[in-house]
């Protein structure tokens, strides 16, 4: 009886402390499928040929994402809220198109087929011509005076100005970004092409040593 006894109380100590090491592995666990893919993104990103275009697209669209948001609140009943509101939609799709750069090309061929005949970024180039678009409108809302109508913040016109100049300094330093990115991947893609041709003699050289000998039954190998 005693045993039986014993036998349960260290089943249930034992199912007691199996289950405390799950919970507490459980936080590590998830942090860990978070992190993992986070940092295989970064590295991927950062090894890229587009690396120095998707460091400008930070740089320049996450201000203007944080000025949108400082005036969210007002929405509509401002103009010049409205005009930042949209203007984070833009800046987003500019970040998320820099990273689908960064992470799809990996070779000159690569980045020359997702530029000229992929789907999403023959999307992008018209949401670009939109984002212009709406820079252009936001100027002459500036100029006019209009970033200030209904119920805005007192600090609509300068969020609005920083918001444009961050766009504008994208749209110049992000179209050089983007063609010395091109360049490196251009460079770095006939950098392959040679260092393949280069071994493929020597392959070649070492098939035919290869071809050249045949096994005989009595052992060794012996050159035809």
Known sequence: MAAILCQSISSLCSSLCSGCGQLCKLPCTMCSTICKPLCEGIKTVCTSHFCIYTSLALGLNIPPIIFGLQSLAYG??????????????????????AFYLATRTTTWNETLQTLCYDPWIAAYILVCIASFIWLCIGMDWAVGGEMENGNCPQN???????????????????????????????????????????????????QQNKMGYVAFPSGGYNKV
């Open 76 to 97: 509509s009943a401002c103009k010049g809220s409205l005009w930042l509101v949209m203007n984070i939609l833009f800046c987003v799709a500019h970040v998320v198109a």
């Open 156 to 206: 609509i016109q300068s969020l609005s100005y920083n918001s444009m100049y961050c766009g504008y300094a994208f749209f110049g330093l992000g179209c050089s970004a983007l063609f010395i990115s091109m360049a490196i991947s251009m460079c770095m893609g006939r950098r392959e092409t040679n260092t393949q041709q280069q071994q493929q003699p020597q392959q070649q050289q070492q």
